[in-house]
């Protein structure tokens, strides 16, 4: 069984991590993907705020440093995918292209806002994923 959760960093993320990965550790032969997807508009500020690409890039990984310990420490192995563009679409592509079984998401991101005026990324992938989306509060 493929499952995989989408991660921004947020409290909420990380608690729908928490979930995919005792998901994974109960179901046999289960394999966790994380993915990290770096808005356009968002990417471009933290591109312009970082000193390096090597920073950018580090700072990318910080963020997902805590799923990856938690992961280790209950013996769940994971693939990490990073992808860019609009977060919604792109979690929905990849979750087709890669014929994921269960998708596991948080119900709100970092960008409250954001998801005020353009709705947001969970309630998006919900609708359009062609697999089941377990979101988590």
Known sequence: MK???AVDGSDNAL?????????AQYLPEAHLEIINVA???KAKDEYLLAQSP???VLKREQKLHPIRELAESVG????ITMLKGNPSQEIIKHV???SIDQLVIGSR???VFQEMVLGSV???????????VTIVK
């Open 15 to 23: 608690r729908a991590a928490k979930h995919a990965i005792l998901l």
């Open 54 to 56: 090597e920073s950018l």
């Open 39 to 41: 808005d356009h508009n």
């Open 109 to 111: 991101g970092l960008n």
């Open 122 to 132: 969970s309630h998006k992938v919900m609708k359009h994923a062609h697999c089941p």
């Open 96 to 98: 087709k292209e890669q």
């Open 3 to 5: 499952i995989a959760v």
């Open 76 to 79: 769940v192995e994971i693939k």
